[in-house]
């Protein structure tokens, strides 16, 4: 079946724009994860969702980021006021449950650019 | 905070070498560890995984084993090939509710034919 989608593969913007990056898990999933990833750096836990509800925001790094999943599937990741500093590859990861034994299977990644 | 720290690359070897890529994590509790791959152009993979100490994990020709005493996770094979040529990250969760992951660097395998 499919696999965890990402759009757009990449994003190129400017300083002071607003973002919006999406993620479609694997059908049937509940849990869907946000990472970041700096360049050389590993993943960065940003926010966690079950369900629709956000149970963990704790990654996300001001209130210029934001993020959604208002029917429980589809999630947007979404980010204001762009700065250089935000640029990273954008990684979501769904998985079945979240009990120990449920792995999280990741997608391909947003490489977002703030010029 | 969990951390995970593991050697920094790049790692270049020949093929049918034996590859150990070393980590080790601070973490309260008893975490699940992972050893998560990201191929050329690909997405994260997880590759192996241990969920209690002393148990190993193994996948593809690749072990580890969780070692409370000495807080590791070191990766091995005995014999890498071109295809094993991909970025390595060790990985832990806490266990119970959910699986937050904390990611070490990443370690970058090239394996030269």
């Known amino acids: 079946g499919a696999g965890v989608s990402q759009t757009p593969s990449n994003k190129v913007t400017e300083k002071g724009k607003y973002v919006e990056l999406r993620c479609d898990p694997i059908s049937g999933h509940t849990a869907l994860y946000w990472y970041r990833q700096s360049l050389g750096q590993g993943p960065e836990f940003l926010i966690y969702?079950?369900?629709?509800?956000?149970?963990?925001d704790s990654g996300l790094p001001n209130d210029r980021f934001f993020a959604v999943r208002p029917e429980g599937s589809v999630s947007t990741l979404k980010i204001q006021r762009t700065e250089r500093g935000d640029s990273a590859v954008y990684l979501c990861?769904?998985?079945?449950?979240?009990?120990?034994?449920?792995?999280?299977?990741f997608g391909p990644g947003t490489r977002l650019t703030v010029l | 905070g969990d951390s995970v720290t593991q050697m920094e690359g790049p790692v270049t070897l020949s093929e049918e070498a034996f590859l150990t890529i070393n980590c080790t994590y601070t973490a309260t509790g008893y975490p699940s560890l992972f050893w998560y791959v990201q191929y050329p152009g690909e997405g994260l993979q997880l590759l192996l995984k241990?969920?209690?100490?002393?148990d190993k994990g193994s996948n593809k020709g690749f072990e580890a084993t969780y070692r409370k005493e000495t807080t590791s996770f070191h990766l091995e094979k005995g014999s890498v090939q071109v295809s094993d040529s991909a970025v390595y990250f060790c990985a832990l969760s806490q266990s119970g509710g959910y699986q937050k992951v904390t990611f070490g660097t990443g370690t970058k395998l090239q394996v030269i034919p």
């Open positions: 990861a769904s998985s079945l449950g979240t009990g120990k034994q449920s792995e999280q299977f």
């Open positions: 969702f079950q369900g629709t509800g956000a149970a963990d």
């Open positions: 241990a969920t209690k100490a002393d």
